[in-house]
């Protein structure tokens, strides 16, 4: 019998033979797998049928059953899961839109160029076609077997035991475990006799066959490996030092923002958050996770001996290969495994953004300089959840407002952005130095412009807006969704609307969304999905090229590199202090603020950087809140000044 990713279209008993006429076609026997599972019915499917046939751009069968809402993607994963479709893996992969027909081609090619000496699935996963995981899940579909999560299941010594490590790893399986007298075998290629008749000689006829990854039984077996030789691994200070100085600087090299050190129930798993999203990284032994805990506790200055509080702390990392210093904000938590810690990493972009670089829209920004940062006092905020951004906006302002004749003083927690000719006080409240002190103090100290890391409650927001009320200029963070719903977290921080109305001049929200990779972009056509959930018409969509990002060695794979500011400008004219003043709701709020001082919602502003090839759709819809139609793209051209 063939490899498990070589397995041939399985057809019904009852169909003739492929001399008398030809196999039907993968989405021929799809289509009477949905009909035979009431899922589609007969004149649904012709009409699919001739929607297809007049299409430009080519789709599969199914792809226009869900673009035609007649099939949800809910049910026919039930129904896959519950009755075999025969279809060869590659095809099914194309008809469930999972794999483009061009990729199945091209791996097709390859693996012939190989002398099939080389699975289709091992190089669609392995050239980066399909993500490994999606690739199992429609396996499992086609052989009625499950996937097993090796990383979730519990490491069996015993079963293990029963042969040589070299065996598991000559026959690709592993012994899970053990439930009512059978065994669960996962196995990479269940359709390979060899490896199954092994996997049955050793653990009986009626064993229960899963499916796993190659990589997943490498691991386990690592695993294994690892456990059975515990007792000499070498955990003394001077490995558990390098390991962490290669763990730091392997971060900077790859551009984390965050390190994640997670102890779980069989091992310690390493993330780091690059542009935005946790990737994982490595996995250590869970006997690493004490020694590395303490070794960070001493460095974070945090007491060693704590293990049943939560503690912060922060580190100041020279790294021995760079030279380079690396600061550090460290937090231990603890669960029901141990300690969590995670490592925030600050100061790695050395510089300063220039205002016009961080990314605003043209005419967005001038307003931004002229109606706001040029006015001699007033409060503007600059709004967004953890991790879009705001500090760094922040200091773009303050690098645009910095110059010989104007006093600035912060207060933050921690100073993030170290700025020659600015007084920056950083908060500890271990020796007293707490945010409500500093605030008492700060407008003491004859200030022009006074920057607040954040506003955190009621008392923070009451010096912000007493400190515009008598000239200065304040400018400070905010953690909201968007710009209407800064100005109403105000209210609910009991501060009169007519303090707000008179004192707040601009409330900017922005989020961070993920770049997509110049190197391996390419076009991305609309589908009628995409139409309708943008609420679009063709006419709507002028001037528009969006892209998506294929995936290579320099984006590793995700079709993603770097990330961009996505902007919402609210600059409070009379007609939006008025509706503050009348406590309007947040939806007439944003009807006034688009209608009078030309809003921009975040939404539009992510949809024509997405119609410029910078992020992707799915990024904007993913990402961005949508709280109303937004204008077609040539009006957003027109009031962002963005060029067609």
């Known amino acids: 019998m063939s490899s498990q990713f070589q397995l041939t279209a399985q057809s019904p008993s009852s169909q003739p033979s492929a001399d008398a006429c030809p196999l039907p076609s993968s989405g021929e026997v799809l289509a009477d797998f949905l009909v035979r599972h009431g899922l589609l019915t007969i004149p649904q499917l012709h009409y699919a049928r001739r929607v297809q046939g007049k299409l430009a751009t080519p789709k599969t069968l199914l792809q226009v059953l869900q673009d035609l809402d007649y099939i949800q993607e809910s049910k026919l994963r039930r129904a896959l899961q519950q009755d075999r479709v025969g279809i060869r893996i590659g095809d099914l992969l ?115 066959v899963g499916i796993a990854s190659a990589k997943a039984v490498a691991d386990w077996l690592q695993k294994y490996r690892h456990v059975c030789c515990a007792s000499k691994v070498d955990c003394d200070e001077h490995t558990v030092i390098g390991l962490i100085n290669k763990l730091l600087d392997e971060a900077v090299k790859e551009g984390a923002s965050d390190i994640h050190i997670e102890p779980l129930k069989e091992r310690l798993r390493v993330r780091f958050r690059c542009d935005g999203v946790l990737l994982q990284h490595k ?17 974070a200055d945090a007491n060693i001996t704590e293990r049943r509080r939560h503690q912060d702390g922060r580190i100041l990392y020279e790294s021995p290969t760079t030279g380079k210093t690396l600061d550090l904000r460290v937090s231990f938590y603890v669960t029901i495994y141990g300690e969590k810690v995670v490592l925030r990493l600050l ?45 760094t906006t922040l200091y773009s302002c303050v690098n645009y407002l910095n110059n010989m004749e104007t006093s600035i003083i912060t207060a933050e927690d921690p100073v993030e952005y170290i700025v020659d000719g600015i007084a920056q006080c950083s908060i500890n409240t271990e020796i007293g130095v707490t945010f409500e002190e500093t605030l008492r103090h700060i407008v003491r100290q004859d200030p022009d412009i006074i920057i607040l890391g954040e506003i955190r409650d009621h008392f923070s927001a009451e010096t912000a807006i007493q400190a515009a009320l008598t000239g200065h200029k304040v400018l400070t963070t905010f953690h909201t969704e968007d710009s209407i719903g800064g100005l109403l977290r105000l209210m609910n921080m009991e501060i009169e609307a007519f303090l707000i109305s008179s004192t707040v001049v601009c409330v900017l929200a922005q989020r961070l969304l993920r770049q997509i990779c110049r190197e391996c972009a390419e076009p991305y056509i609309l589908t009628a999905a995409d139409m309708r959930r943008l609420g679009y018409r063709q006419a709507d969509m002028a001037g528009a090229s969006f892209m998506t990002g294929r995936g290579c060695p320099l984006c590793r794979f995700t079709g993603y590199r770097g990330r961009v500011g996505v902007f919402e400008l609210l600059v409070l004219n009379e007609q939006v202090k008025d509706a503050i003043l009348q406590r309007k709701t947040s939806y007439e709020i944003r009807r006034i603020s688009v209608e009078t001082s030309g809003l921009i919602t975040l939404y539009e502003d992510g949809l024509v950087k997405a119609s410029r090839g910078l992020i992707s759709l799915q990024e904007v819809m993913r990402m961005l809140p949508r709280l109303g139609k937004p204008r077609g793209l040539p009006e957003l051209y027109r009031l962002t000044g963005e060029q067609r």
Do not use: C, W
């Open 94 to 208: 194309v008809e469930l839109g999972y794999l483009r027909q061009k990729d199945l081609q091209t791996a097709l090619a390859r693996q012939k160029e190989s002398g099939g000496s080389r699975r289709l699935g091992e190089i669609l996963v392995a050239d980066h076609f399909i993500d490994e995981h999606k690739f199992l899940e429609v396996l499992s579909y086609q052989l009625g077997l499950k996937v097993v999560d090796l990383d979730a299941e519990e490491l069996d010594r015993g079963l293990l035991s029963r042969a040589p490590s070299k065996l598991y790893q000559q026959y690709q399986f592993v012994p899970v475990r053990k439930e009512n007298d059978r065994i669960l075998v996962a196995l990479v290629d269940p359709q390979n006799k060899e490896d199954l008749a092994m996997a049955q000689d050793l653990f009986g006829r009626d064993i229960d």
């Open 283 to 299: 996995t250590l032994g869970l006997e690493l996770a004490a020694p590395i805990t303490s070794r960070l506790k001493v460095m």
């Open 347 to 391: 100061n790695q972009k050395g510089e300063l953004l220039e205002l016009k670089d961080i990314g605003m829209a043209p005419k967005m920004l001038d307003r931004f300089r002229y109606d706001a940062l040029d006015l001699p006092s007033g409060v503007l905020i600059v709004t967004g959840p953890t991790g879009s951004g705001k500090t």
